[in-house]
């Protein structure tokens, strides 16, 4: 241990640097702190303490340099990456905008028109010049404008979207259905589709409908016509002769038996009576609509085993035909399917007038039917909603299985 001690001490006192080489040292170290990592610290041919750190530093430095350049490396393909999906979607975006036909609208809350898409610029109300930077008061008639603003105002406060179904006064009237949902912020997208088409084809349809059910109803007349004028008449001479045949017999047997034929003849003339008035109700000319469907109601209590109670108020005492015609026909469809199909035992049949229009009700506690399964009570129900339509009514149904049914339609005065 003796003979260690001085070469330790020795060593130590070799720690001598020149002063300009430090000097190099340090202002190579400052340049690199200052981010130029392709700097690196001189290395001389002494070897020393001084070149042992300088190595050190170079390495670590060439490390730290090797990272920078990977760490580059992955943020160039990372945004590359980012480029080409936002290139992606924005393809992905035009091509769903070229293939959608409907015109969209960003509007800000207040009604003011931010930006558009329309494949068909024609099918703009106005040019976007004149829209674009202005508010719905300012570009849409007035009565629709608020209409709108109503609209936006709802959806703004909504997740569900609000509906407007409005007409313009273009090259010819258009009838509009707009979709307006929230778009983030104070901004809402509306969704325009043209539905003139549509709503001519519906209209179409329910001139047709209303053409058939007349037909119908002409047809029904003329058969009751001849059940009633002919068919009755018929079996009322027929019944008579059977009578006289009865009285000039001397058989008692004979009589017996010709009394059972008139029984039966008479049976038969009453049937063919009411077949003839279910056919045409003539009551509802004469007696009105309330009358009419009392009676109705009557007759399906004594022939259906099922009790139906009638209850009305503030009936006008004239009310129009088709209205009369219509109401009646419902009633008489509700009640046959609720006898075939409901099980139930009690039926309730309401008409009231209030607001301009006429409210029917009839509900019933039988078994009840899922409204989107229609199968047996299908056609009943297609009957009624035609003609509900055709006086430009609404129908509601209201049904579960087990839980009854109720029927509500409203139809328009005017």
């Not at 549509?198 to 059940?227: G, P």
């Not at 229009?357 to 009624?384: E, K, M, N, W, Y």
């Amino acid at each position: 241990m003796a003979e260690e001690a001085p070469r330790v001490t020795r060593r130590a006192t070799e720690f001598t640097f020149d002063t300009v080489r430090v000097d190099s040292f340090l202002e190579a170290l400052e340049r690199m702190a200052s981010g130029q990592l392709e700097e690196r610290l001189p290395i001389s041919a002494a070897h020393d303490v001084l070149d042992a750190i300088a190595h050190a530093i170079n390495v670590l430095v060439g490390e730290l340099s090797f990272n920078d350049a990977r760490a580059k490396e992955a943020q160039v393909e990372k945004e590359a990456q980012l480029r080409h999906a936002v290139v992606s979607a924005e393809t992905r975006s035009n091509a769903i905008l070229k293939a959608i036909p409907d015109l969209m609208f960003v509007m800000r809350r207040d009604g003011t028109y931010v930006d558009y898409h329309a494949r068909n610029p024609n099918a703009l109300f106005v040019p976007p010049t004149v829209f674009i930077g202005r508010k719905v008061r300012d570009v849409m008639p007035p009565a629709l404008a608020e209409t709108f603003m109503d609209a936006l105002e709802r959806a703004s406060q909504s997740e569900d979207p609000v509906v407007v179904e409005y007409e313009l006064p273009m090259d010819e009237p258009r009838h509009f259905e707009a979709r307006i949902v929230r778009a983030g912020g104070d901004r809402l997208l509306s969704i325009v589709r043209d539905v003139t088409d549509s709503k001519r084809a519906s209209e179409l349809n329910r001139d047709l409908a209303r053409r058939l059910i007349v037909s119908q109803e002409v047809e029904r007349q003329r058969i009751a016509r001849e059940l009633h004028d002919d068919i009755s008449q018929r079996i009322a001479m027929l019944s008579t002769e059977i009578d006289t045949m009865a009285a000039q017999t001397d058989s008692e047997a004979t009589r017996a038996r010709l009394r059972v034929l008139s029984a039966r003849t008479c049976d038969i003339a009453t049937d063919v009576h009411d077949m003839s008035y279910a056919l045409h109700p003539s009551w509802l000319k004469t007696l009105g609509l309330v009358s009419a469907v009392q009676s109705l109601c009557r007759d399906a209590s004594k022939q259906r085993s099922l009790r139906v109670s009638f209850t009305h108020s503030s009936i006008p005492r004239t009310l129009d035909g088709d209205i009369s015609l219509c109401v009646y026909r419902i009633v008489q469809e509700a009640l046959h399917n609720i006898a075939r199909h409901s099980q139930a035992e009690e039926a309730n049949v309401n008409i009231a007038c209030n607001d301009g229009h006429i409210t029917l009700q009839i509900a019933d506690a039988g078994v009840g039917f899922d409204p989107r399964h229609l199968s047996s009570a299908s056609l009943g129900l297609a009957s009624i909603r035609e003609r509900v339509a055709v006086l430009k009514g609404r129908l509601s149904i209201d049904a579960a299985r087990g839980g009854g049914t109720q029927i509500t339609v409203h139809i328009p005065l005017a």
